[in-house]
């Protein structure tokens, strides 16, 4: 537990006030996406509904989230064990992820937490180990396409499809080039959010 971060917990969190919000914003009477969705279960299925319909996906893991560039939304649910008490499987609207802080002195420690932008344009910085999902929206221009192979070898590279069934989308000339292609980018997001697509040109 020694990689825990209190200072980061600890400094205010103080709103951007470049921030532009709906003209129909009032902040005292206005009541949060996530308050709603934690506190009234019909609210939260049809919303939990809703985002599924608009494309988002849970990352098969937590860290997957350093695949994505600086500005990417997110949200995310927290596991029970943060600092701040929040019981397991509270929904928070996250926002605009960040990333590494890469001043950190000890690099060792640098991917035990990340750095958003939350809607309200406060910063925020948020424990790898305190976190129970992690939801991205997945439009179609960001899903992986692959071309079916066509050629088969002895390194074959996986991934599951819809149906959960292992998939082969590449086949390699030896294991050097299977490493290489499970490095790409492209695959390393359709493994961390489950989906991707065959290439309609080539197929």
């Known amino acids: 537990m020694n990689d825990i971060r209190h200072d980061l917990q600890l400094y205010p969190r103080i709103p ?7 003209s129909r914003y009032d902040p005292n009477t206005y009541k949060s996406i996530q308050s709603r969705v934690n506190n009234d279960a019909e609210f939260e299925s049809k919303y939990i509904e809703k985002l599924v319909r608009d494309g988002w996906v849970a990352l098969k893991t937590v860290p997957d ?15 029970g064990d943060s600092l701040s008490g929040a019981p397991e499987g509270t929904f928070r ?10 001043n950190e002195i000890d690099n060792s420690k640098i991917d035990n937490y990340f750095l958003y932008k939350g809607y309200n344009g406060c910063i925020f910085s948020l424990q790898i180990k305190d976190i129970l999902e992690v939801y991205v929206k997945s439009p179609t221009k960001e899903i992986s396409v692959f071309k079916k192979p066509e050629m088969i070898t002895n390194f074959p590279v996986y991934l599951d499809n819809e149906n959960g069934i292992k998939t082969v989308v590449y086949y ?11 490095n790409t980018m492209k695959y390393k997001k359709a493994l961390a959010t489950g989906k991707w697509s065959w290439s309609v040109v080539f197929n």
């Open 16 to 22: 951007d006030s470049k921030t532009i919000h709906d």
């Open 65 to 79: 989230i350093f695949l994505y560039p600086k500005g990417k939304t997110f949200k995310y649910r927290l596991n």
């Open 93 to 102: 609207s996250g926002g605009f992820f960040i990333g590494k802080n890469i």
């Open 172 to 182: 390699a000339s030896d294991s050097c080039h299977r490493i290489r292609f499970m």
